[in-house]
Nanobody
Framework: QVQLVESGGGSVQVGESLTLSCAAV????????MGWYRQTPGGERDMVAR???????TYEDSVQGRFNIFRDNEKKTVTLRMDTLGPEDSAVYYC???????????????WGQGTQVTVSS
C-alpha cells in the first residue's frame, strides 16, 4: 500500500511564508512526476507546481517567482516553499505523485489527504 503524507499547512498573514512537505510511504518502487495542487470551496483542483523525476519544474502563472518546488528522490519527498503569500493563495493543498508500487503491475496516481493554507490580511 502506498500513501502520500502531507504536513506544513496553517494560517499566516499576507506576505508571510509557508513550506508544505509530502512524503511517499509504503510499497514504493519508483516515483515519476510529483506536484502540488490546490482547491478552493466550490472550485476545481488546479495545478500549482509540478516537478519531474529529473527536476524539471512547471508553475502556475500566479505563483511563478513566489513558490518553489523541489524533491528528494532518495527520501521520496516533495516540498513546496511558498513566499509572499496572499489571500488568493488560501486553499486546500494536495500533494500528487505518479508511483509504481512494488506489488503493482503499472503506474498509478496518488494524492495526499490535503492540508489547509489560510492567508489573512
Amino acid at each position: 500500500q502506498v500513501q502520500l503524507v502531507e504536513s506544513g499547512g496553517g494560517s499566516v498573514q499576507v506576505g508571510e511564508s509557508l513550506t508544505l512537505s509530502c512524503a511517499a510511504v509504503g510499497d514504493v518502487f519508483r516515483i515519476n512526476g510529483m506536484g502540488w495542487y490546490r482547491q478552493t470551496p466550490g472550485g476545481e483542483r488546479d495545478m500549482v507546481a509540478r516537478i519531474t523525476h529529473e527536476g524539471g519544474t512547471t508553475y502556475e502563472d500566479s505563483v511563478q517567482g513566489r513558490f518553489n518546488i523541489f524533491r528528494d528522490n532518495e527520501k521520496k519527498t516533495v516540498t513546496l516553499r511558498m513566499d509572499t503569500l496572499g489571500p488568493e493563495d488560501s486553499a486546500v493543498y494536495y500533494c500528487y505523485a505518479r508511483i509504481l508500487a512494488r506489488t503493482a503491475r503499472g503506474w498509478s496516481d496518488y494524492w495526499g489527504q490535503g492540508t489547509q493554507v489560510t492567508v489573512s490580511s
